[in-house]
């Protein structure tokens, strides 16, 4: 028999460049989950994941995640592990805790996403990221990730007509959530001409298509339907999520204008819970470039194939529209701390199904939300559900 698994607790650091060293986001991260859940013995968790995509390179710290529950002062005896697929690290630490608790394996879990990418050498920086792809085929090539999705940008244009003005009103949407979001590292709001007349990086993405190098943490305490009350009156239940790649070197993925593992791996969402597009109330998408969440738009099935940058045009992906999408202000506002972001998103649906958000980033009456990662050069891509409703029926899988 399969447990449901709800979130109880949830903590976040500020996100930005920050002067912390990454035992200090972990620290402040694991303060602040502790301070939502005042109710919590910390004896009582017995699991403890953690999302981080290169602490080696950027911090010259491995065997993390023993060191991390020292330093939250936590002692877990079920399950203690590290989990890393770059810039999905996060949300996979969430499925394992899920698939932990829902399998009875573990009662009470914590989960922490969090990375440290400003150093003093920033080029230590772009060449950590340079490793997530293949590198003697692909990035030996300079297929590093700006100029592969200005290639993705290039390709949907020409087939679909999208244009610069449509990627930039992606861009101006974030900001607009972001300034009222304290803990984003880009608050400023920015128009779409902003956009556009910011730097070139790789044609057609600019510098404001792009997501920032951040630094940030976030946390959750997960665990059995039994025990959420004792914790909130508010559980986000988990409704589970899985993953798909079909290919890791980008000459093996076919169209780039078609991200088929994102379009096959959302269909198999919705058939495994029962669901449609139509019901998602809120989606937090990995818009790591603007174009990223055009595609995103598509492959979700939230409109046709082509029709995204005609999405953003016609308000349909503001509060409002068919579906919020990144409410919070995404990676493009928020930055993307690899580890953290996975987690962050559900700090974010957690505060949005609380209502502990400001009214202008609010989505009221939300009740399903999804949450995307990507990682790579989008070959992996990863769905989790979140819910204010308690599930019927835990699933694993098909």
Known sequence: MLRNVAIVGAGITNFGRREASWKDLVVEAGKALFDDVPNLDKKDVDSFFIGAAQPERWTYQTHVAPLAAELLGIKPRRVVARTESACASGQIAIRYAWLAVASGLSDVAVVVGV????????????????NVGNREF??????????YFAMVAQRHMHLYGTTEDQMALVREKAGEYASANPYAQFQKKISKEDVLNSRMVAPPLKLLDCSGITDGAAALLITTEEKARKFTDTPVWILGGIQRTMANS??????????LSLRYLAKDVYDLFNITPDDIDVAEVHDCFTISEIMEYEELGFCKKGEGGKFIEEGQSYIGGKVAVNPSGGLLANGHPLGATGVRQAWEMVMQFRGEVPDKRYVSGAELGLAHNLSGMAQFHHIMLYSLNRPREVKFGR
């Open 115 to 130: 990375e440290k990418m400003n150093t003093k050498f920033m080029n230590l920086s772009q060449t950590s990221m340079m």
């Open 138 to 147: 692909d990035t030996a090539m300079g297929l590093t990730a700006p100029p």
């Open 250 to 259: 980008i000459n093996e993925m076919g169209e780039m204008s078609d991200w």
